[in-house]
């Protein structure tokens, strides 16, 4: 499986370009954060429906170790998980779960931890099961867990593109600098893409990403890339506990119109070049 490197564009949004999937295989997009609770995992789940809506073939890989809060959002309850797959005898396309308009749901639940411990056998196995279950795909959205560990670097790693979540809060800001400093320094990528999520208006969203990208101007080999900004808004806290997702059940919110601007943005944006992919460079990266 080959899939899409970043995308090469200014920080401000541009006018979109169609963007044709690669005959080789999906588009693989890690969403991360730094810190935890800034919304990443909302984030996921309204782009995984939106980009569905947009007639997308959406595979949500839910990487969130032990935290499994994609599948509340969505209010499914995955019987299985990857560990079934290393240990049980289960196939990726046995545990994978049918969500809301058809997006597929892969838990990786505590399999997660187990897969530094494959041989180079069941490394290949599960790399070919993951190809089978989603090579027909167009996305592959990943929800990776929060902080700087080996676990969520080695997803962000593997996958193509990357978005990372911020929030206005100070804490949010230096923890997501932390996040792109590593991805510079130790070259993971050469640029990501940046969310603001909870901010009460444009300027405050603007105000955001001014300091992360002086900051990373100054001090980062690394480019930032702006697909769109959430307001704060109440409808989404309703949303989670009502277990219905956001762009399902207030379609028109604020923050549903911004999750589908930034997917059509993703989706129609200049199409990036092809390179390895995101199953086996994160199953070599695990091994
Ligand atoms: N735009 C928003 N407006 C208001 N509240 C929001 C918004 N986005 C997220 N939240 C709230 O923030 C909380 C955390 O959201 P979410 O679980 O998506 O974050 P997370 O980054 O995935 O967290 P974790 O690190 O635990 O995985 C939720 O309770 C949600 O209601």
Not at 7 to 17: K, L, W
Not at 250 to 266: D, E, M, Q, Y
Request: proline fraction near 5%; hydrophobic fraction near 45%.
């Amino acid at each position: 499986m080959r899939l899409w490197q970043p995308r090469t564009r200014s920080i401000y949004r541009g006018a979109a370009v169609k963007k044709e999937r690669p005959a080789a295989g999906p588009r693989a997009i890690a969403v991360t954060s730094g810190k935890g609770g800034v919304g990443k995992t909302s984030l996921v789940v309204n782009l995984a429906l939106c980009m569905s809506k947009m007639g997308r073939k959406v595979t949500l890989f839910d990487a969130d170790l032990g935290l499994a809060n994609a599948e509340v959002m969505l209010g499914i309850v995955p019987p299985y998980s990857l560990y079934e797959v290393l240990y049980g005898n289960k196939t990726i396309e046995e545990i994978a779960v049918q969500g809301p308009l058809g997006i597929k749901v892969i838990s990786g639940g505590s399999g997660l931890l187990e897969m530094a411990n494959l041989d180079r056998n069941r490394r290949q196995h599960l790399f070919k099961m993951f190809n089978q279950c989603c090579f027909g795909d167009d996305i592959i959205l990943i929800d990776t867990g929060a902080g700087i560990s080996k676990n969520v670097l080695g997803f962000v790693a593997a996958a193509g593109e990357v978005i990372i979540v911020v929030t206005p809060e100070p804490t949010s800001l230096t923890d997501a600098y932390a996040m792109i400093k590593i991805l510079a320094n130790f070259r993971v990528h050469s640029e990501v893409s940046l969310v603001v999520n909870r901010a009460a208006d444009s300027r405050e969203a603007m105000h955001t990403l001014g300091k992360i990208q002086v900051a990373a101007n100054r001090f980062l080999d690394i480019k930032l890339n702006f697909l769109g900004w959430i307001p704060e808004d109440r409808l989404v806290s309703q949303a989670i506990k009502s277990q219905r997702p956001l762009c399902l059940a207030s379609p028109n919110a604020h923050a549903s119109k911004s999750v589908a601007g930034i997917a059509r943005f993703l989706l129609e944006g200049v199409p990036p070049a092809s390179g390895e992919g995101f199953w086996s460079k994160l199953i070599g990266l695990f091994g």
